[in-house]
């Protein structure tokens, strides 16, 4: 099967599901156009409307959009409410005794915790942050499997307004390091192991390890949740165990009631340098954003079984798992394990034993799991199926396709959501029933999102031309700032150049055809997608040339059939170029280098040595030339402006 194909001459069109949309929450195009027409012509009326509609208040807002001084713009931001309110207390008059998360172990065991059971663990870990001196604005990390205790450890934050960090539990102790110092964070909320894909893998022990690394004094209390009875150390001093430190508290806990502009929670995410990047969110306008994209996208029903297979560190596991199916009184399947475990029929397994509706999950899982059993979807009963979802890459067309055949049965739509950890919500997705959808497009623009392409002075391309991605009005649940870095958060994603620095740039090129639909394109700066998860290139640059033996790196993408982007490193070594067996002992040593520098995820598929990289006169690495290598094409690109084209032959060579 060609998997990555060019998506641009796909013109396939499924059109809308007449059975689906007879129901859909949006049920026709001339709704979908008459919201946009709202938007369009009365947007601050058309965002109040949303937010008077969809969230508790506990002292209503009266200015819709503060845009005294962009881009720093501020939403209902007179207004007062708590998070973990609106998505627990809210329910427990309506449906105290709906089961809100349905959690299934890595070895199949499964657990039910109702609406009443959540709100009263939420309540009693927030009385336990309390007595432990956490409160309001505090920063607090999150290191922590898939269970419902990481949901309850966010939402608890939330509902005494401390800032939640979460910290992917696959990151390396440097990562995780760098993120607690970063924030400042007072407490570090962890288990003491993580079970996946059948293996134990230590938590408690990076934690350790993280804080041992220094300049972490503001870590006052690290509270361990027991998952496995590991053995583990215990700092008498510092660390806790999560059981009992809620042994006495009680299961009410008045919520703390904050400003709309109040901080939710911080993300890290990759960027073009070196440092990841603290994404920061508000209260109000980020679970707007939640909200509606449950309603519009995912076309909500009180009978749903909804399930987002992504990971609470990442910001899919923050709107889609923790906040957005809570906030509407969702079901929801939190799986501890991998779609691999004990074989590759885990996910259609979860699907047919839960009666999954809505299945929410990335192209990168898609494609491993056809190519493990392109066949094994039809053994199960999957007719509990009735909309799908794909999200953090682009999909290609033949993955859409088996998709959409073979684990949809061709009747549920496919909703492929573009969107990012800054804009905290779905942005460009197809209201399911009612826009026709194409194999590896996100489709339209959500109501209220004026999504366009244009060229590097700002300016919308013709139709068909290719360009950058920007947003051009501000909207409620995009990123306020980044963590202590306001000026890095101006000139990211605001340059001057992007409609006077009123364009939300995202950092992805598109396309849009003439049907106005959008085709992602890929990233326009040094930032890697590898398996829906970002890297920066630099950040493995850094960490590859923080080995001893190891002079210079430089790193690039290459398409790859299931991860979408592999990782190829080209390193110059301070000694000699390695060669023979001990090349390929030096190669696994930088691996796992990289392994315990980032993370497993960042560890380079390939490393190519030189002795020296393809650079400029002035010293500039050539990047689009080591692509070119990098995917085993012949350079057909001018090289003229090369200082050493030698290098060229020598890097030619891989050693896997
Ligand atoms: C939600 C999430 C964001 C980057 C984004 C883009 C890529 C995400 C996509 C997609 C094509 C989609 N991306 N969804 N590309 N089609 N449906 O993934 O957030 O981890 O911040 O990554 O992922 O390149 O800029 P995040």
């Not at 003439?514 to 998860?533: A, C, E, K, T």
Request: charge should be negative; aromatic fraction near 10%.
């Amino acid at each position: 099967m060609p998997i990555i194909e060019s998506v641009l001459n796909e013109t396939r069109v499924f059109p809308p599901n007449k059975e689906f949309s007879e129901h859909a929450n949006i049920s026709n195009i001339a709704e979908y156009r008459a919201l946009c027409m709202q938007a369009q012509e009365d947007y601050l009326g058309f965002w109040e409307k949303q937010a008077r509609e969809h969230i508790l208040w506990h002292k209503p807002f009266t200015r819709v959009l503060d845009e005294a001084n962009p881009p720093f713009f501020k939403w209902f931001d007179d207004g007062e409410l708590n998070i973990s309110f609106n998505c627990l207390d809210r329910h427990l008059t309506t449906q105290p005794d709906k089961t809100a998360i349905i959690f299934e172990s890595d070895d199949g065991q499964v657990i039910h915790s109702t609406y009443r059971d959540l709100h009263q663990r939420v309540c009693q870990f927030a009385n336990a942050l309390k007595s432990l001196n956490i409160c309001k604005g505090n920063r607090v990390v999150i290191y922590m499997p898939m269970c419902i205790e990481a949901v309850v450890a966010m939402q608890a934050c939330a509902r005494i307004g401390a800032i939640h960090s979460v910290v992917f539990g696959g990151f390396s102790a440097k990562s995780l390091h760098e993120r607690i110092k970063d924030a400042g964070a007072v407490a570090v909320i962890t288990a003491d192991e993580q079970v996946r894909g059948g293996r134990n893998n230590p938590l408690k022990a990076t934690v350790d390890e993280a804080i041992a690394r220094g300049g972490t004094e503001s870590v006052k209390s690290v509270i361990i949740y027991k998952r496995t009875g590991a053995n583990i150390s215990i700092e008498a001093t510092r660390d806790v165990w999560w059981h009992e430190i809620i042994q006495n508290e009680n299961t009410v806990c008045e919520p703390e009631w904050v400003n709309a502009e109040h901080t939710l929670f911080t993300l890290y995410t990759s960027g073009s340098t070196g440092k990841p990047k603290g994404v920061q969110h508000s209260s109000a306008g980020y679970l707007l954003g939640t909200i509606i994209s449950m309603h519009w996208v995912f076309d909500y029903k009180s009978t749903d079984i909804f399930w987002c297979t992504a990971d609470i560190g990442w910001v899919t596991g923050h709107s889609y798992v923790t906040y957005g199916p809570l906030a509407v009184g969702a079901t929801q399947i939190i799986f501890e394990g991998t779609p691999t475990y004990p074989d590759a029929g885990r996910f259609w397994e979860i699907i047919q034993k839960h009666k999954v509706t809505t299945f929410y999950t990335a192209p990168t899982a898609i494609r491993s799991l056809i190519k493990l059993g392109p066949d094994l979807p039809e053994k199960y009963d999957l007719s509990s199926l009735r909309l799908l979802g794909s999200v953090g890459e682009p999909i290609n067309p033949e993955a859409w396709i088996w998709y959409y055949n073979k684990v949809g049965r061709a009747h549920c739509p496919i909703v492929d959501t573009w969107w990012q950890t800054e804009t905290g919500s779905h942005m460009i997705a197809p209201l399911p029933g009612i826009v026709p959808l194409k194999p590896g497009s996100c489709t339209l623009p959500l109501p209220g999102i004026f999504a366009a392409i244009v060229d590097e002075t700002g300016h919308d391309v013709e139709t068909g031309e290719g360009g950058f991605l920007v947003i051009k009005r501000p909207f409620p649940s995009q990123v306020r700032t980044l963590w202590g870095n306001p000026e890095r958060f101006k000139e990211t994603y605001f340059p001057i150049e992007m409609g006077h620095g009123r364009y939300y740039l995202s950092g992805d090129s598109a396309n849009c055809d003439q049907d106005g639909y959008f085709w992602i394109m890929g990233r326009i700066d040094d930032v890697l997608n590898v398996s829906g998860h970002r890297l920066g290139t630099m950040e493995i640059e850094s960490a590859l040339v923080a080995h001893p033996l190891v002079a210079e790196a430089a790193v690039v993408g290459k398409p790859h059939e299931i991860k979408g982007e592999s990782i190829i490193a080209f390193v110059v070594m301070k000694d000699q170029c390695p060669q023979g067996t001990a090349a390929i002992q030096i190669v696994n040593e930088l691996r796992n280098w990289v392994a315990k520098e980032i993370g497993p995820i960042a560890k380079p598929d390939e490393v190519r040595f030189g002795d020296n990289l393809p650079k400029t006169r002035s010293g500039k690495i050539m990047r689009r030339l080591l692509r070119t290598l990098a995917k085993g094409e012949e350079i057909t690109q001018d090289t003229s402006t090369l200082e050493n084209p030698a290098i060229l032959d020598q890097l030619q060579q891989a050693i896997k």
